[in-house]
């Protein structure tokens, strides 16, 4: 959990931020996806059990919906 402010940090919000690793071998590349949610209520909500399933879901369809679109992005020149 890490907070976001422009001033000071005691005075940000809290943010879950999620990380993903996907293998991409057929051409040898590893593809990392942040994702990054704000607690509108602060750090008692972020670490809701409902906060974090939610956000897990939503990740998940992220995941589940990714589609390369051009695979000459990971050819080596």
């Known amino acids: 959990m890490l907070t976001k402010s422009r001033q000071h940090p005691s005075q940000g919000r ?3 931020v999620w990380l993903a690793v996907l293998r ?3 051409v040898q590349a590893d593809l990392l996806l ?7 209520e602060g750090l008692e909500q972020a ?3 409902e906060f974090m399933e939610i ?7 992220v995941l589940r919906t990714l589609r390369v679109q051009d695979w000459s992005l990971f050819v080596n020149t």
């Open 24 to 26: 991409l071998p057929t």
């Open 55 to 61: 956000r897990t879901c939503e990740l998940k369809g």
């Open 47 to 49: 670490l809701e059990q």
């Open 34 to 40: 942040t994702a990054n949610f704000p607690s509108e």
């Open 14 to 16: 809290p943010v879950a």
